[in-house]
């Protein structure tokens, strides 16, 4: 069976077993609400009302609560079945190979989760960008290859494999599987998104392992431009988020 199968066997069977967004998720109950928040802070920044929203992976719907009745499209039929009835959504069951939507059919996309499970090649990100309107949102989550909480729970061959993907050229493959966990570069991830159609105006490091700082030292690894660098080094996950160009994509 391929990664992308496994996965998809995986969470259906976790929506059988459990009921809550993170267990079904496969996240800690910590590490979910993290997520959750600091997501939701930006689509709300992100979104405006009354626009057609695509949740592409979007699992028993989270993130559902923040948009005006949007499409949740998960691979998972029994994940979809934990879908709580209100808000009033849209469900659709299918895989990113397979999508039922015509080009340029939404002004906003979110992908939150969908990467750590899916190897992702420049047609696929092609595909997703083909999805949006030119000017329309987009949002995508997925885990940090650069967290240094990887490198204690690795064997040693492992780590040397992780060294050598994270020192890669930029024209590298942005992801790397550990554990059948699907990890990205955040900067080759970036290029690959730009290169497909969107236009990456902002990047975000999440769920930081790192005890929070006081306000004053905080300000002060910023104004030094060290303290983005620190959280890139202690976070499990990250977010790219932006607007679909009105220019045409580059080829792959």
């Not at 993130?63 to 039929?77: C, E, I």
Request: aromatic content about 12%; proline content about 8%; charged content about 25%.
């Amino acid at each position: 069976m391929d990664l992308e199968k496994k996965w998809q066997a995986i969470f259906s069977q976790r929506a059988l077993a459990f009921n809550t967004p993170h267990e079904i998720s496969h996240w800690t109950e910590q590490g979910f609400h993290r997520r959750f928040n600091a997501i939701g802070k930006r689509l709300k920044k992100l979104h405006q009302k009354g626009q057609r929203v695509l949740d592409l992976g979007a699992g028993p719907g989270p993130y559902a609560r923040f948009f005006d009745s949007p499409v949740l499209a998960d691979y998972s039929f029994n994940v979809l079945q934990k879908v709580p009835p209100d808000p009033p959504t849209l469900r659709v069951c299918a895989d990113l190979d397979h999508l039922p939507f015509r080009p340029e059919t939404f002004d906003g996309l979110l992908c939150v989760g969908l990467l750590q499970c899916r190897r992702m090649k420049p047609d696929d990100l092609a595909a997703l960008a083909a999805l949006l309107k030119p000017g329309g949102w987009f949002l995508f989550e997925t885990l940090n290859c650069d967290c240094r909480d990887l490198d204690e729970e690795m064997a040693p061959f492992q780590k040397t494999m992780l060294s050598t993907f994270r020192n890669a050229k930029s024209s590298a493959p942005a992801y790397f599987v550990y554990n059948d966990f699907v990890l990205y570069h955040s900067n080759r991830l970036e290029t690959g998104l730009n290169k497909a159609g969107f236009d990456v105006t902002g990047k975000e490091f999440l769920y930081s392992e790192l005890p929070a700082p006081a306000e004053h030292f905080n300000r002060f690894l910023a104004d030094l431009g060290l303290f983005a660098n620190v959280e890139r080094l202690h976070s499990r996950s990250f977010i790219l988020y932006g607007i679909k160009s009105r220019r045409p994509p580059h080829p792959p």
